[in-house]
């Protein structure tokens, strides 16, 4: 069309030269509008774009935060480690839950509005976060941050793959991606000088167990120090100023969403993007389930990989054969996020360049090479820790994104299916990084043991994926020339 019309404008262009005077007010007025319309598809397209980015930075400090504080998480609900990492499970069940809620509710309600409120619920369960004293009560709220959580990840996902196509959202999907470790990033950064300003920030390990406490104590010494324990301790946990932080940050892009709510922002870029618009019709659910159940697995072993060194690299540090102390300990946290948005800063240019499935066997290669030199020499060897940790994010931080373009490559995922993403990624985190913590509890540095394994299976996911769309390809083409051959019979 656009050429089309290009066409016109030269022909109308020669008709001027030629002396025709009605030809030349009908070509500018038209040449303004195009004009016009091409300016305001920008204008709100980078609006849109931009609270898009913000939300996905605050998701990041949503996620990321638990990582470094999970000590302080376990110390204020008087629990293990491995006991607190069930909010990991219940943030990812509220994932799964809010990822297949997505369809129906972009389907009946404003989506600029809903994003919007789910990003003020996101910042409430955020800032409430630091003061809850019960392990379940902390899970429970955990979870419903999840569900938020699962809304905004999959339906922000969905929208872009709608308004701009599969090919054409390939580097805005890696972009997508690239800003919740933009988000994550900043997470340590901000709770580390709050983490040194906190006593009981030291690993569970070091603390005796009740039953070690010797016999032969006095109990009213016992009962004394009780006494005195509360006038001791800070009226305000200091982590607390960190999570609200974040919660405040998450209620301004809340007003944003709400603002290009009233603008009309969608329907505006969508009036002038409609040839762009994603417009492929879904396959039958029967041709894609073999298809679907392997994403759902590669999706799985992704997430719970990446979660499970990012969620535990701190506490890992601290409480294995390394020691290192607070401020390595969230330094070492904080690298892995700059290798991770490195790593989707980079996914942005070089997937419009390689195919996804290249950039996805590329990373494997490399996520598998670098756990196997990290299980073998970490331990021992604290200068493997900190670079290993910044190549394994970077390498592993595009095989999300590329892993969506890949998919899309073979079905439309930008509306009904867009859950499935969600249902590997929340019960590869409900599962794994639980297990993670369990495995915490009895040998910490066991963790990178299971990311390990976590790498080689999703690569023999992804093996198994290759095989299933190239079938899934040449049976649609089977069935394209049937109706292609039927339509001649019949003419």
């Not at 070091?206 to 010494?221: A, G, H, K, M, R």
């Amino acid at each position: 069309m656009v050429k089309i019309y290009h066409f016109y404008l030269k022909r109308c262009e020669r008709e001027i030269t030629r002396g025709d005077d009605m030809l030349p007010a009908v070509s500018t007025q038209t040449k303004a509008e195009y004009q016009n319309k091409e300016q305001n598809r920008g204008i709100w397209s980078y609006a849109l774009l931009t609270a898009i980015s913000l939300a996905r930075i605050g998701g990041g400090l949503f996620v990321a935060l638990h990582g470094p504080t999970l000590l302080t998480l376990a110390n204020n609900v008087g629990t293990s480690v491995g006991s607190v990492s069930y909010l990991f499970s219940g943030r990812s069940f509220g994932i799964l839950a809010g990822g297949i809620a997505t369809g129906f509710i972009m389907r009946k309600f404003n989506k600029m509005y809903t994003f919007g409120a789910s990003t003020f619920i996101l910042a409430v369960v955020v800032s409430v976060t630091p003061w809850i004293t019960q392990l379940w009560l902390l899970v429970s709220v955990v979870m419903l941050g999840g569900l938020v959580f699962g809304y905004l990840d999959a339906g922000m996902q969905a929208l872009i793959l709608q308004i701009w196509g599969e090919k054409e959202s390939r580097g805005l999907i890696s972009g997508y991606h690239f800003m919740i470790a933009a988000g994550a990033f900043m997470a340590p950064f901000i709770a580390q000088p709050f983490l040194m300003q906190e006593d009981e920030s030291v690993c569970p390990a070091t603390v005796p167990p009740i039953e070690q406490i010797d016999n032969s104590t006095n109990t009213s010494q016992l009962l004394s120090s009780s006494d005195s324990t509360p006038a001791e301790q800070a009226p305000i946990n200091p982590v607390v100023w960190a999570y609200l932080i974040c919660a405040v940050f998450l209620v301004v892009v809340g007003f944003y969403f709400i603002f290009l709510g009233c603008l009309g922002t969608e329907k505006r870029i969508r009036s002038v993007r409609k040839e762009l618009v994603e417009v492929r019709r879904e396959d039958p659910v029967k041709m894609v389930a073999p298809l679907f159940a392997l994403v759902c697995i590669y999706y799985f072993f992704c997430v719970a990989g990446e979660m499970a060194y990012n969620s535990y690299i701190y506490s890992v540090s601290i409480c294995s054969e390394l020691q290192f102390n607070v401020n390595d300990g969230t330094l070492v946290n904080a690298v892995f996020w700059i290798g991770f948005g490195s790593g989707r800063l980079a996914g942005v240019f070089i997937l419009k360049y390689l195919k996804p499935g290249l950039v996805i066997t590329i990373n494997f290669v490399a996520t598998i090479i670098l756990m196997i030199i990290v299980c073998i020499f970490g331990q021992s060897h604290a200068p493997v820790i900190w670079t290993v940790t910044f190549l394994y994010s970077f390498f592993q931080s595009t095989i999300y994104p590329a892993g969506v373009s890949w998919v899309s490559q073979y079905t439309n995922m930008s509306r009904n299916y867009t859950f499935v993403f969600s249902i590997g990624q929340a019960l590869g985190s409900m599962i794994l990084v639980t297990t993670g913590g369990l495995i915490f509890d009895l040998y910490p540095f066991g963790v990178m043991y299971m990311v390990l394994g976590c790498s080689v299976v999703n690569a023999g996911a992804f093996a198994c994926m290759t095989v299933e769309g190239r079938r899934l390809a040449k049976k649609r083409a089977l069935l394209g020339n049937t109706y292609s051959a039927s339509n001649t019979l019949m003419t």
